[in-house]
């Protein structure tokens, strides 16, 4: 089973950029294409962002042209640069193999965007 920390989550003023950072471990990871989640208070988890194996990205409407997902094989990584952050952005953020099959999850990180 792969194990995910995530980091990097912290308070942002609106407008402002974050970068978060998912180190996994346990599983071959330059053959899993690679997700991000938010989970906005109260609410279910979305999907944000996906890369696959060839580095093909893709993104939720919401963070079109705002979000870049990257992933460094070498380094067991996989990235979520954040900007023009919005107050709707605001929530907990999880990175996961796509398609979850097992279901694992990290801890996550909260990211607060708020003036």
């Known amino acids: 089973q792969v194990q995910l920390v995530e980091s990097g989550g912290g308070w942002v003023q609106p407008g402002g950029s974050l970068r978060l950072s998912c180190e996994a471990s346990?599983?071959?990871?330059?053959?899993?294409?690679w997700a991000w989640y938010h989970q906005a208070p109260g609410k279910q988890r979305e999907l944000v962002a996906t890369?696959?194996?060839?580095?093909?990205?893709h993104y939720a409407d919401s963070v079109n042209g705002r979000f870049t997902i990257s992933r460094d094989n070498a380094k067991n990584l996989v990235s979520l640069q954040m900007n023009s952050l919005r107050p709707e952005d605001t929530g907990h953020y999880y990175c996961a193999t796509d398609p979850n099959r097992d279901n694992s999850w990290g801890q996550g990180t909260q990211v607060t965007v708020s003036s």
């Open positions: 890369i696959t194996t060839g580095g093909i990205t």
């Open positions: 346990g599983s071959t990871f330059s053959t899993n294409a």
